[in-house]
């Protein structure tokens, strides 16, 4: 049940530049919007920031995707938290406090920094200027009881479905992360991402 340190930013679920809305415009089926630490998801989001970021994450080889997460808390947040988190450095803290990655306290981890260079830096901040503006870049403390968090396939085939009266069929609500389909008409970005915006907000 690992502790992490930290260093990155904020990535919210929700949004324009949020986690959902990339997963959906990126076309990444098989991703959990909802728990980006899962393998799975992992790969997909890095493969994509290869495509979609290539600037940025050469930069950065060391990113990594973590969420918080309690299997033993049975309310509704925690099934989804607000947000994940992008960290350019993860520390994994043991019981005894201390880091097993460089044999540090969390006291020393924090003081030593980030550990990137001013190149690194940059990436990161530009970065998070992307996918998580007003965000702030530093460390975090956080709780994974259950990093790989199995996801079993869903069918369900009672889920709401929503259609719209030109071309969108058979299109599954954001919110349960499942997969848009294509217009059969090229649209822009822009058009695509305000269509999806004023979705979510009405559903």
């Not at 899962?38 to 290539?54: A, D, G, M, R, V």
């Not at 201390?98 to 190149?119: A, K, P, R, W």
């Not at 889920?159 to 992360?177: F, I, M, R």
């Amino acid at each position: 049940m690992p502790v992490y340190m930290v260093h990155g930013f904020r990535w919210p679920r929700a949004g324009f530049t949020g986690i959902r809305v990339y997963v959906v415009l990126h076309n990444l089926e098989e991703a959990a919007a909802e728990y980006i630490q899962q393998p799975l998801t992992t790969e997909l989001i890095n493969e994509s920031f290869q495509k979609t970021q290539p600037d940025l994450v050469s930069r950065l080889p060391d990113l990594r995707f973590i969420e918080q997460y309690d299997p033993y808390d049975e309310s509704s947040n925690t099934v989804s938290q607000e947000y994940a988190y992008v960290a350019s450095r993860v520390l994994t803290i043991p019981e005894d406090g201390s880091s097993e990655d460089s044999g540090l306290n969390i006291q020393d981890c924090v003081e030593q920094g980030s550990g990137l260079s001013q190149d690194q830096t940059e990436a990161l901040e530009e970065l998070r200027n992307r996918l998580a503006p007003g965000e702030k870049i530093g460390w975090f403390m956080v709780y994974n009881g259950d990093p790989e968090r199995y996801y079993p396939p869903s069918n369900d085939d009672s889920e709401e479905e929503y259609y719209d009266e030109e071309s969108y069929t058979d299109e599954k609500s954001v919110a349960h992360s499942e997969t848009m389909t294509e217009p059969s008409t090229p649209q822009s970005y822009t058009t695509r991402l305000t269509r999806l915006w004023n979705r979510m907000s009405t559903s």
